[in-house]
């Protein structure tokens, strides 16, 4: 049985702990098929006791929230349900639980009463009983475990182990789901590599950079990166003399490698040298250097 909810997010990490739910509230795939469902995600409570029979009519998970909402206020007027109760799908929801949550998770009528939709309504109940503040260590496992028995009656109470109605679990497996939901977290998300202005990836606007000021001048790192200072400007030593030289009257190819070490005025090394191989060309009758591969390895 269920009656608050939470912020949405992702079953992932909370998934141990809603199978254990769903075994306390019978209503694993297992147990659900042998009542004649497809699944636990279509029990109703006291397996279609009160409305939603397996074979009559369409499949709970296959139902609008619209429809399910329908289901349950005529379960309620069933006059044998003498416990006052709406519960649906894998993970019980009432009625007023689910009217409850709807603008906080914004599901439409219209939408599937889905397993994955299930799923995380599921979680939702489970972060508004502490999910969160457990995983971050701000209430401990006793508590946590005591939040939700009084969101599900079918879970055992911390200490006692005893739970408000019959439960198809017990107290051990719900602590070893309740410590996997806590060690399973889902990650934050890795944010992408920052891109530069003119669409090219920092990488590759660093090195067109740096490709022209080593071909203007000598560069020196400065006390801790990125920042650098300059030397007046030298020419590059005879690199385009000696390819004239072997490249004949139509200039030549060469190669020049060059090391950027990064360190600060003591000499300590700040960070990983960076290493940039230039393949060049010349022409006669000039001697003009072009560059036309640029290779930079850390």
Do not use: C
Request: hydrophobic residues 30%.
């Amino acid at each position: 049985m269920s009656g608050s909810a939470g912020s949405l997010g992702s079953t992932g990490g909370a998934k141990p702990l809603l199978d254990a739910i769903s075994k306390a509230e019978g209503t694993t795939d297992a147990k659900a098929q042998k009542h004649g469902y497809a699944s636990g995600y279509d029990v109703t409570l006291g397996y279609g006791k009160f409305g939603g029979k397996p074979g009559e009519g369409k499949p709970l998970s296959q139902m609008t929230v619209g429809e399910v909402k329908q289901l349950q206020k005529a379960m309620l007027n069933h006059p044998d349900n003498n416990l006052n109760s709406s519960a649906v799908g894998k993970y019980q929801v009432v009625g007023k639980t689910l009217r409850g949550l709807q603008p906080q998770m914004g599901f439409k009528d219209s939408d599937t009463f889905s397993p994955e939709l299930q799923d995380k309504i599921g979680e939702q109940l489970l972060k508004g009983r502490g999910l969160e503040k457990f995983r971050k260590g701000q209430i401990s496992a006793g508590q946590f475990q005591g939040n939700i028995a009084n969101e599900w009656a079918s879970i055992p109470h911390p200490g006692t182990g005893r739970a408000t109605q019959h439960t198809g679990t017990s107290e051990a497996a719900i602590q070893s789901a309740i410590a996997s939901s806590k060690n399973n977290a889902t990650p934050a998300p890795v944010p992408p590599p920052a891109l530069a202005a003119n669409g090219e990836d920092d990488h590759r606007a660093g090195t067109a950079a740096m490709t022209k000021a080593v071909m203007d001048q000598q560069i020196t790192p400065k006390a801790g990166p990125p920042e650098f200072t300059q030397k007046p400007k030298e020419k590059i030593p005879d690199a385009s003399t000696d390819m004239q030289q072997a490249g004949g009257a139509a200039g030549g190819v060469g190669r020049l490698d060059i090391t950027l070490i990064q360190a600060d005025a003591s000499g300590a090394r700040t960070g990983a040298d960076v290493n940039h191989r230039m393949n060049l060309r010349t022409s006669r009758p000039h001697g003009a250097v072009s560059v036309s591969t640029v290779n930079r390895t850390v």
